[in-house]
């Protein structure tokens, strides 16, 4: 079991993997509890307002490690391909190849939908707006860039929930393979 002297981020990192694991609505106190190793009045000290602040705080160790890591990829130098063939490979390790399921899905139905989808919302639109800025540069026009900025990651959630569903990887490792050809097709 960790040991009680966690950090609030270490305690985040932990609750971001039950959530991931139980879904936001599945994921109780207890088994929150019981996966940072912290008692519930542990966890209400480092998150007073208790369940949505813990799933904010995962939402913020995705939104740094998105901003650190990922991001990035898609506003560097290198030529929109290999931007776009980079930003699916990086999305597809945090997805560990479509073994893991997408806090956009599992935050933005039932209960959860009312404390973070207005997050998600911007989240997503951000990042379409980043990678349609890549097509741009690729030489489509601004509203079809945008189109195929939504429809890729429309393919990379929808490929995520089918594996899912299959409980084989496969169809989201070949999907997402296959997302920066497809965007960047005449």
Same mark, same amino acid.
């Given at each position: 079991?960790?040991?009680?002297?966690?950090?609030?981020?270490?305690?985040?990192?932990?609750?971001?993997?039950? %959530?991931?694991?139980?879904? #936001? /609505? $599945?994921?109780?106190?207890?088994?929150?509890?019981? =996966?940072? !190793?912290? $008692?519930?009045?542990?966890? #209400?000290? #480092? %998150? @007073?307002?208790?369940?949505?602040?813990? !799933?904010?705080?995962?939402? /913020?160790?995705?939104?740094?490690?998105?901003?650190?890591?990922?991001?990035?990829?898609?506003?560097?130098?290198?030529? @929109?391909?290999?931007?776009?063939?980079? #930003? %699916?490979? =990086?999305?597809?390790?945090?997805?560990?190849?479509?073994?893991?399921?997408?806090?956009?899905?599992?935050?933005?139905? !039932?209960e959860a939908a009312g404390y973070f989808q207005q997050q998600f919302r911007q989240n997503i639109g951000n990042t379409i707006k980043l990678v349609a800025a890549v097509l741009e540069?690729?030489?489509? =026009? @601004?509203?079809?860039?945008?189109?195929?900025?939504?429809?890729?990651?429309?393919?990379?959630?929808?490929?995520?929930?089918?594996?899912?569903?299959?409980?084989?990887?496969?169809? %989201?490792?070949?999907?997402?393979?296959?997302?920066?050809?497809?965007?960047?097709?005449?």
């Amino acid at each position: 079991m960790p040991a009680p002297s966690l950090s609030r981020e270490e305690v985040a990192q932990i609750l971001l993997s039950e %959530f991931r694991r139980s879904g #936001y /609505e $599945g994921a109780s106190l207890s088994s929150l509890s019981a =996966a940072t !190793g912290l $008692g519930k009045s542990s966890l #209400y000290h #480092y %998150f @007073p307002n208790g369940k949505v602040d813990m !799933g904010r705080a995962a939402m /913020e160790v995705v939104g740094q490690w998105m901003r650190e890591k990922v991001l990035p990829l898609l506003t560097s130098d290198a030529a @929109p391909e290999k931007r776009l063939k980079r #930003y %699916f490979a =990086a999305m597809s390790d945090y997805y560990d190849k479509g073994a893991l399921p997408c806090l956009t899905d599992l935050f933005t139905i !039932g209960e959860a939908a009312g404390y973070f989808q207005q997050q998600f919302r911007q989240n997503i639109g951000n990042t379409i707006k980043l990678v349609a800025a890549v097509l741009e540069e690729a030489g489509f =026009a @601004p509203a079809e860039a945008v189109r195929r900025a939504e429809d890729g990651l429309v393919m990379m959630h929808g490929a995520l929930v089918v594996s899912r569903a299959q409980g084989s990887t496969a169809v %989201f490792a070949r999907v997402v393979r296959g997302i920066p050809e497809m965007l960047l097709a005449p």
